[in-house]
């Protein structure tokens, strides 16, 4: 089966981003599209994993996170679940502030825990890899 490509245009449409966050991203090295990556315009495609990775950069700046801690999220979780861009990873993470590091990290999702980080004032950010690839799957 022949895989999909999508242009700047429909990435952005798909996932919400602007065409300059894209190019952003692209130069800065944080979702690089899979067909010439270093092109611009007509040159440049996305996979509908590199959809699933956008949507994810793009989950975390509107959650409020700062450019760098969205790329380090996004890069932590590519590191946790390889195949985190697959239609059908179903894994749930959260984002936890560590007290040692002095920085969110990204760990399972764990209602217990988070229910204690948030009452002793600590922020809680959900990642459910199901809603973001739901929410690619229904713009495409």
Not at 19 to 28: D, G, I, N
Request: some cysteine; aromatic content about 10%.
């Amino acid at each position: 089966m022949q895989e999909t490509f999508f242009t700047s245009k429909q990435a952005a449409e798909i996932t919400g981003c602007t065409l300059r966050q894209l190019q952003y991203w692209r130069e800065k090295g944080v979702v690089v599209p899979t067909i010439s990556g270093t092109g611009t315009g007509r040159s440049v495609y996305y996979s509908r994993s590199d959809l699933a990775a956008l949507a994810a950069m793009e989950y975390c700046l509107s959650a409020g996170l700062s450019f760098e801690t969205a790329a380090t999220t996004l890069k932590q979780l590519q590191e946790k679940q390889p195949k985190f861009t697959n239609p059908a990873s179903q894994e749930r993470f959260m984002l936890s502030w560590n007290r040692q590091e002095r920085s969110l990290q990204l760990v399972e999702f764990d209602l217990e825990k988070a229910i204690i980080s948030l009452k002793s004032g600590q922020p809680v950010i959900p990642v459910w890899l199901d809603t973001i690839h739901q929410h690619v799957a229904s713009r495409l």
